[in-house]
């Protein structure tokens, strides 16, 4: 902090406009955004972005670092998950804090600890895998006292994380009455538990037995449920990696109807197809192991295609990283690999390149999906999301010339494998400033441990604007209700 920065001569691009213009920076802050800023004095420092992108840093929604799961901890933390994110010019994350037995103060506690070390800010969602009293309460003091406005509920993870409609349903009621947006993981983990067993039972226990015991099908239809008891609730949703045709259609569908229904796609799902887990190389084919799974082909075509067109609004990663030892736990029963893949890294340059250089989104529409859309959605728009005058200084510069190759060799990931090893590509995030920080610069890391800082996000966010109207509307929509044992008048 304390450093003045003169960003010149760049494309200045936020989701509402691109504009050539200068940038001024000062104390972590956005001071100025306008053509011919003077430099002032010689303690400027003056970067030249002349033919380059100049955008807001990367904010993903969709994280697990020091994640406890499947018999393991992801191997990335918040300062490794860090490093890799400000190297690929994300400056911003929204990872899920886990309960400790079901008990949220004693999860964020937890969460808080793993995050001493934070290179960037970040920003927390809460699962929610019990319910009771406790549980309601503690939802709301974690909204009112802690900045967490959004709680995620997994239909999936059968004896573990799994939810049930019941708990669902109480959830997303209490959402409701908080304004915090609830977010599914929508997989129906029943149907799936029973997809293993007849895996295993045919004696398939490689990796491509995950993506069979488990098709899209159980997708859309844990989608489609939680769409409708999101409706019957009258509260938004918020449905984390779509990864199919099956559960895109699902919210395309609710959207078209009025649902206050957000679909996140994830990197992977966007670009890759699921011939991976068919590999022969167990090592190769385990890396590609995530859920929901990674689809045949056609399904990424499809969710770019929802991207394009706004039917799916802004991309995570769920980034949640084991290295091939950790991997290995499942070489007899794929039920046993833990499941997750990488991505914080290559997001930004991923979707520059396949959505972006091919003409299937603009410039303007990249930050807003890649940024803007989060920032907005979780309530922390325009101090990140934008390079606006106030906002804080996350911002990134891209050259749109210089290409990419991408792999386990040069990331900064702490796994020794990425799925996308060996991917090239056009367009290359040269600068990340984090906070007014110089942080990344052609390929040289300054980062400071700790300085991340812990941003609240206020409840209520745009998504829930008008919703008291649309309750009335509702409410009005219903039959009068029968006056039985009552003399007539
Ligand atoms: N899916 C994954 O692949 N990893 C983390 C959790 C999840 O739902
Ligand atoms: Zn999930
Ligand atoms: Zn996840
Ligand atoms: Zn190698």
């Known amino acids: 902090d304390g450093a003045r920065i003169l960003i010149k001569g760049g494309t200045v691009v936020n989701a509402h406009r691109a504009e050539e213009a200068d940038v001024y920076i000062e104390d972590g802050v956005v001071v100025a955004v306008r053509p011919n800023i003077p430099v002032g004095d010689d303690n400027v420092r003056v970067i030249d972005a002349t033919g380059k992108y100049v955008m807001p840093g990367g904010i993903d929604p969709h994280t697990h670092l020091a994640m406890e799961f499947m018999g393991t901890v992801t191997i990335d933390d918040f300062f490794s998950g860090h490093v890799a994110a400000l190297a690929g010019g994300t400056t911003m994350h929204i990872d899920f804090v886990i309960p400790v037995n079901g008990n949220l103060t004693a999860g964020l506690e937890s969460y808080k600890q793993k995050a001493a070390n934070a290179a960037m800010d970040y920003g927390f969602h809460m699962a929610i895998t019990?319910?009771?009293?406790?549980?309601?309460?503690?939802?709301?003091?974690?909204?009112?006292?802690?900045?967490?406005?959004?709680?995620?509920?997994?239909?999936?993870?059968?004896?573990?994380?799994?939810?049930?409609?019941?708990l669902l349903l109480q959830g997303l009621q209490?959402?409701?009455?908080?304004?915090?947006?609830?977010?599914?993981?929508?997989?129906?983990?029943?149907?799936?538990?029973?997809?293993?067993?007849?895996?295993?039972?045919?004696?398939?226990?490689?990796?491509?037995?995950?993506?069979?015991?488990?098709?899209?099908?159980?997708?859309?239809?844990?989608?489609?449920?939680?769409?409708?008891?999101?409706?019957?609730i009258n509260t938004p949703l918020y449905v984390v990696h779509v990864m199919s045709v099956d559960a895109m259609e699902e919210i395309a569908k609710a959207k078209r109807e009025g649902q206050r229904?957000?679909?996140?796609?994830?990197?992977?799902?966007?670009?890759?197809?699921?011939?991976?887990?068919?590999?022969?190389?167990?090592?190769?084919?385990?890396?590609?192991?995530?859920?929901?799974?990674?689809?045949?082909?056609?399904?990424?075509?499809?969710?770019?295609?929802?991207?394009?067109?706004?039917?799916?609004?802004?991309?995570?990663?769920?980034?949640?990283?084991?290295?091939?030892?950790?991997?290995?736990?499942?070489?007899?029963?794929?039920?046993?690999?833990?499941?997750?893949?990488?991505?914080?890294?290559?997001?930004?340059?991923?979707?520059?390149?396949?959505?972006?250089?091919?003409?299937?989104?603009?410039?303007?529409?990249?930050?807003?999906?890649?940024?803007?859309?989060?920032?907005?959605?979780?309530?922390?728009?325009?101090?990140?999301?934008?390079?606006?005058?106030?906002?804080?200084?996350?911002?990134?510069?891209?050259?749109?010339?210089?290409?990419?190759?991408?792999?386990?060799?040069?990331?900064?990931?702490?796994?020794?494998?990425?799925?996308?090893?060996?991917?090239?590509?056009?367009?290359m995030v040269e600068v990340t400033i984090s906070r007014g920080r110089m942080v990344w610069e052609d390929g040289v890391l300054n980062i400071a441990p700790g300085s991340g800082r812990y941003v609240r996000m206020p409840p209520f966010g745009y998504i829930f604007d008008g919703i008291e109207k649309s309750d009335a509307a509702y409410r009005a929509s219903l039959r009068a209700p029968v006056q039985r044992g009552k003399a007539a008048a």
């Open 130 to 166: 019990k319910w009771n009293d406790e549980v309601a309460r503690e939802m709301e003091v974690m909204v009112k006292e802690h900045g967490i406005n959004s709680f995620k509920f997994f239909m999936a993870y059968k004896g573990s994380l799994m939810v049930t409609d019941d």
């Open 174 to 232: 209490k959402c409701k009455s908080l304004g915090a947006l609830a977010m599914v993981h929508a997989e129906n983990g029943d149907a799936v538990a029973e997809g293993q067993q007849q895996m295993i039972d045919l004696g398939i226990t490689g990796p491509e037995g995950h993506a069979l015991s488990r098709p899209p099908i159980l997708e859309g239809e844990a989608t489609a449920r939680a769409i409708r008891l999101a409706k019957f």
């Open 261 to 427: 229904v957000i679909g996140e796609p994830v990197v992977s799902g966007l670009v890759l197809d699921d011939s991976w887990l068919w590999n022969p190389d167990f090592t190769i084919a385990s890396k590609y192991v995530m859920s929901p799974p990674i689809r045949e082909a056609g399904h990424s075509k499809a969710l770019q295609a929802a991207l394009s067109s706004g039917i799916l609004q802004l991309v995570g990663t769920d980034h949640c990283t084991f290295n091939s030892t950790q991997k290995a736990f499942g070489s007899d029963d794929f039920r046993k690999i833990p499941n997750g893949v990488n991505g914080l890294e290559e997001r930004m340059h991923i979707i520059w390149d396949s959505m972006v250089e091919t003409g299937k989104i603009s410039v303007t529409d990249y930050v807003r999906v890649t940024s803007t859309e989060c920032a907005k959605i979780f309530n922390i728009y325009p101090r990140k999301g934008a390079i606006l005058e106030g906002s804080d200084a996350d911002i990134i510069i891209l050259n749109p010339e210089r290409s990419f190759v991408m792999g386990a060799h040069t990331h900064h990931s702490r796994s020794n494998t990425n799925v996308y090893e060996g991917r090239k590509g056009k367009g």
